[in-house]
């Protein structure tokens, strides 16, 4: 076979159940380890598949409004010996409105895990939305007075309290080792609209 053998990539896909997530890993194997001796170029058996998570990649696609949708674009990199928790939202054209970047060991959930495959897990659950936030009326006042605050990202309470009345969609995800951030979709800009703490 030699030069004439063909190169080529194993995509495992996990297509989450109840949510719009897909999760794409791409492993290319060399040829040493991804060919059984006697197969044809047409018919290559792979062995010791790997999982690489310094490549993963997943998307969702967010229907914010009537007629208007952005993606949720997440992704673990893997640069100079660190791995990197990226995540970005954008708009319909695929302009970026809004992105997230932050070590992996800073991120709580992705932290946590302890092998490949529970990094795999976790950061499908990461590129996943919270459920219980979804609008901007799920904020909490903003002289709330709670053991884990919400600390909004203005320092103008009557910005504040028009954020909050005016119910717009919200998408919120974990970007510290005790505190989720919360990005809120208003006249087709991504605004921070604060970060929620929670017990680390």
Not at 120 to 139: K, V
Not at 175 to 200: H, K, R, T, Y
Request: proline residues 5%; negative net charge.
């Amino acid at each position: 076979m030699g030069e004439e053998m063909r190169k080529f990539a194993l995509v495992i896909v996990l297509a989450l159940a109840g949510c719009g997530v897909e999760i794409t890993e791409t492993y290319t194997p060399d040829a040493a380890d991804s060919v059984v001796a006697g197969t044809s170029s047409d018919s290559v058996e792979v062995t010791d598949v790997t999982m690489d998570v310094c490549s993963l990649t997943a998307q969702r696609q967010w229907d914010y409004g009537e007629g208007a949708s952005a993606t949720i674009d997440a992704a673990i990199s893997c640069a100079d010996g660190q791995r990197m928790a990226r995540r970005d939202i954008l708009g319909g054209d695929g302009e970026p409105l809004y992105t997230f970047s932050a070590p992996v060991e800073h991120v709580a959930v992705l932290a946590w895990a302890e092998s490949d495959d529970a990094l795999f897990a976790a950061f499908a659950e990461w590129a996943d939305h919270d459920p219980r936030w979804t609008s901007t009326a799920a904020l909490p006042p903003f002289d709330q007075q709670a053991e884990f605050p919400f600390y909004p990202g203005t320092a103008d309470q009557a910005v504040y309290d028009a954020w909050r009345a005016g119910d717009y969609p919200m998408d919120c995800f974990i970007q510290g080792m005790e505190s989720q951030m919360c990005v809120a979709m208003i006249d087709g800009e991504a605004v921070e609209m604060g970060v929620q703490s929670f017990p680390g």
